[in-house]
C-alpha cells in the first residue's frame, strides 16, 4: 500500500514478533520497509505520536493502551500535515448463549476449547457462558469432566492442551479475579495457581449468581470461564444481560436447534459481536476467510483479513478531466 512501517512489539512477546519480522526480510522486504523497533516500558504512542508524517496506527492490545495512543496521537496534531488513521483491536468479553434446544456435546466441546486453549489469552476467547436451567445439570458435568481431562504444561509436550500465562503481571491480574471468585461465587473446577515453575494457572470454571458482577463485565483475559444459569422461561431477559452486561463488541456465539429461536437470536443479538457465530465457538477466526475485528470498546472493526482493511492504508484521489471547455459564466436559464 506505499506504507513505511514502525513495528514496536510488545515487551512481553518481543522474541516472537523478532522471528517475524526475520522472515519478512528473509521473504524479501527491501530494508527500511519495516522498521524493528522494540521500546521497553514505552507505548507504541510514545513512539509514533510526535512524528509530522505520521499516516496511521495499527494496533492490536489492550483498551486502555489504545485510549492511551489516541490521546497522545491527538495531543500532537497541530505538528502532523495530516490526520492519523488510527486501526485498533482490542479486548472483549464475549460469550456463548446458549438455548435449551441446543447440543449439549457441542456446547461442552466448544466452550471448552474456545474459554481454555491457549490459557485463555486470545481476544476472542469465551469468557460468559449462558445456561438455562433445564439443561444446566448435564452441561455442568459435562463441563466438569472436560476440565479434568485438560493437561496443562509445557508447551513442548505435544499431550499439553495448554501452557502458562505470558508473565507475572498477567499471572497476578488473573489471581486476583480468582481470589475474587473464590470468596464470592461457586467454583466448578479449577481455581489452582502455581508460580515455582512458570505463570501456571489451572482452567477455571465459576458459576456466577449475579448476572452483573464483575466477573460477567470485566474481560480478565485469562482461563477463567464464568458460567450464569438463567431461567429458561425468561430466555430474552439473559440475552438481554448477554447484550448490554460487557461494553465489549468482539465475539458471540449462540447455541441451539430450534431454527425459529436462531433466527430471532442472531437478529437480537447481531451486534455483540463483530464476529458472530452461530452453533459454533467464539474463536477460530481463519484469515483470508473471516476479516475479524469489533466494535464498541473491542476496536474500530476495520475487519482485518478483508477488503476494506486495506482501504485504511490508502488515500483515495478524485481526477476529473473536462474535455469541453466551460466558456459562459452564466447558466442556460439565465439567457433570455
Not at 279 to 289: E, L
Given at each position: 500500500?506505499?506504507?513505511?512501517?514502525?513495528?514496536?512489539?510488545?515487551?512481553?512477546?518481543?522474541?516472537?514478533?523478532?522471528?517475524?519480522?526475520?522472515?519478512?526480510?528473509?521473504?524479501?522486504?527491501?530494508?527500511?520497509?519495516?522498521?524493528?523497533?522494540?521500546?521497553?516500558?514505552?507505548?507504541?504512542?510514545?513512539?509514533?505520536?510526535?512524528?509530522?508524517?505520521?499516516?496511521?496506527?495499527?494496533?492490536?492490545?489492550?483498551?486502555?493502551?489504545?485510549?492511551?495512543?489516541?490521546?497522545?496521537?491527538?495531543?500532537?496534531?497541530?505538528?502532523?500535515?495530516?490526520?492519523?488513521?488510527?486501526?485498533?483491536?482490542?479486548?472483549?468479553?464475549?460469550?456463548?448463549?446458549?438455548?435449551?434446544?441446543?447440543?449439549?456435546?457441542?456446547?461442552?466441546?466448544?466452550?471448552?476449547?474456545?474459554?481454555?486453549?491457549?490459557?485463555?489469552?486470545?481476544?476472542?476467547?469465551?469468557?460468559?457462558?449462558?445456561?438455562?436451567?433445564?439443561?444446566?445439570?448435564?452441561?455442568?458435568?459435562?463441563?466438569?469432566?472436560?476440565?479434568?481431562?485438560?493437561?496443562?504444561?509445557?508447551?513442548?509436550?505435544?499431550?499439553?492442551?495448554?501452557?502458562?500465562?505470558?508473565?507475572?503481571?498477567?499471572?497476578?491480574?488473573?489471581?486476583?479475579?480468582?481470589?475474587?471468585?473464590?470468596?464470592?461465587?461457586?467454583?466448578?473446577?479449577?481455581?489452582?495457581?502455581?508460580?515455582?515453575?512458570?505463570?501456571?494457572?489451572?482452567?477455571?470454571?465459576?458459576?456466577?449468581?449475579?448476572?452483573?458482577?464483575?466477573?460477567?463485565?470485566?474481560?480478565?483475559?485469562?482461563?477463567?470461564?464464568?458460567?450464569?444459569?438463567?431461567?429458561?422461561?425468561?430466555?430474552?431477559?439473559?440475552?438481554?444481560?448477554?447484550?448490554?452486561?460487557?461494553?465489549?463488541?468482539?465475539?458471540?456465539?449462540?447455541?441451539?436447534?430450534?431454527?425459529?429461536?436462531?433466527?430471532?437470536?442472531?437478529?437480537?443479538?447481531?451486534?455483540?459481536?463483530?464476529?458472530?457465530?452461530?452453533?459454533?465457538?467464539?474463536?477460530?477466526?481463519?484469515?483470508?476467510?473471516?476479516?475479524?475485528?469489533?466494535?464498541?470498546?473491542?476496536?474500530?472493526?476495520?475487519?482485518?483479513?478483508?477488503?476494506?482493511y486495506l482501504l485504511r492504508f490508502s488515500s483515495p484521489q478524485t481526477v476529473k478531466q473536462t474535455l469541453v471547455p466551460l466558456t459562459e459564466i452564466?447558466?442556460?436559464y439565465m439567457r433570455p
Amino acid at each position: 500500500m506505499g506504507n513505511v512501517v514502525v513495528w514496536k512489539p510488545s515487551d512481553a512477546a518481543v522474541l516472537s514478533n523478532y522471528l517475524i519480522y526475520k522472515i519478512f526480510l528473509e521473504a524479501g522486504f527491501p530494508a527500511g520497509v519495516i522498521n524493528f523497533v522494540p521500546s521497553e516500558g514505552r507505548t507504541f504512542g510514545d513512539v509514533t505520536s510526535r512524528h509530522p508524517d505520521l499516516a496511521g496506527v495499527n494496533f492490536t492490545g489492550s483498551v486502555g493502551t489504545f485510549r492511551t495512543i489516541w490521546k497522545q496521537i491527538a495531543s500532537n496534531l497541530d505538528g502532523m500535515r495530516s490526520f492519523p488513521r488510527l486501526l485498533g483491536e482490542c479486548g472483549g468479553k464475549n460469550f456463548h448463549f446458549v438455548h435449551q434446544s441446543a447440543d449439549i456435546d457441542s456446547v461442552v466441546a466448544q466452550t471448552t476449547r474456545s474459554a481454555f486453549e491457549y490459557s485463555g489469552q486470545k481476544c476472542s476467547a469465551c469468557e460468559r457462558l449462558y445456561v438455562p436451567d433445564s439443561i444446566w445439570p448435564k452441561i455442568k458435568e459435562g463441563l466438569i469432566e472436560a476440565q479434568k481431562r485438560l493437561k496443562v504444561g509445557s508447551p513442548l509436550d505435544f499431550s499439553t492442551f495448554t501452557s502458562a500465562v505470558i508473565d507475572g503481571q498477567a499471572y497476578a491480574k488473573i489471581s486476583s479475579y480468582l481470589d475474587y471468585a473464590k470468596s464470592k461465587h461457586s467454583l466448578l473446577a479449577g481455581g489452582g495457581v502455581d508460580s515455582t515453575r512458570g505463570w501456571y494457572i489451572d482452567p477455571t470454571i465459576v458459576q456466577v449468581h449475579d448476572p452483573d458482577d464483575r466477573l460477567m463485565k470485566e474481560e480478565i483475559f485469562g482461563p477463567v470461564l464464568s458460567v450464569y444459569v438463567y431461567d429458561a422461561k425468561d430466555c430474552r431477559h439473559a440475552m438481554q444481560k448477554a447484550l448490554h452486561t460487557a461494553p465489549f463488541g468482539l465475539t458471540a456465539a449462540i447455541f441451539g436447534k430450534d431454527p425459529g429461536w436462531l433466527e430471532k437470536a442472531t437478529e437480537y443479538l447481531k451486534q455483540a459481536g463483530g464476529n458472530f457465530y452461530i452453533n459454533d465457538k467464539s474463536t477460530g477466526a481463519v484469515v483470508g476467510q473471516q476479516p475479524f475485528g469489533g466494535s464498541r470498546i473491542s476496536g474500530t472493526n476495520d475487519k482485518p483479513g478483508g477488503p476494506h482493511y486495506l482501504l485504511r492504508f490508502s488515500s483515495p484521489q478524485t481526477v476529473k478531466q473536462t474535455l469541453v471547455p466551460l466558456t459562459e459564466i452564466d447558466y442556460p436559464y439565465m439567457r433570455p
